[in-house]
Nanobody
Framework: QLQLVESGGGLVQPGGSLRLSCAAS????????IGWFRQAPGKEREGVSCISRSGGATTYADSVKGRFTISRDNAKNTVYLQMNSLKPEDTAVYYC?????????????????????WGQGTQVTVSS
């Protein structure tokens, strides 16, 4: 079965950290740019961070710059999102998506696009 699976979400206090993982099953991530997106209750999905196939290009939403870091390990077929200094406004369901033939800027700017693969999402809740 070809799918993306997110993991690593949970409940964390403000100022805490989480690392999300996006693992591919049934296909290799080498050929795809990967994006992390999130959707909070009552809000539209937004782009958080995207990374190119090689990992050489990344982009971040202004709201997470300096706090989140995206990376990929193609040998493990996994992309990560390290989230530090978490804030209550980071609370959302986080999704990863995979697409070929796109730039990281274009991918993160189009959170509602029907990318080739989408994961099922992982809940992140930041609360004291």
């Amino acid at each position: 079965q070809l799918q993306l699976v997110e993991s690593g979400g949970g409940l964390v206090q403000p100022g805490g950290s989480l690392r999300l993982s996006c693992a591919a099953s049934g296909f290799t991530l080498d050929y795809y740019a990967i994006g992390w997106f999130r959707q909070a209750p009552g809000k539209e999905r937004e782009g958080v961070s995207c990374i190119s196939r090689s990992g050489g290009a990344t982009t971040y939403a202004d709201s997470v710059k300096g706090r989140f870091t995206i990376s990929r390990d193609n040998a493990k077929n996994t992309v990560y999102l390290q989230m530090n200094s978490l804030k209550p406004e980071d609370t959302a369901v986080y999704y990863c998506a995979a697409e070929s033939g796109t730039t990281v800027q274009a991918m993160c700017a189009a959170p509602l696009y029907e990318y080739h693969y989408w994961g099922q999402g992982t809940q992140v809740t930041v609360s004291s």
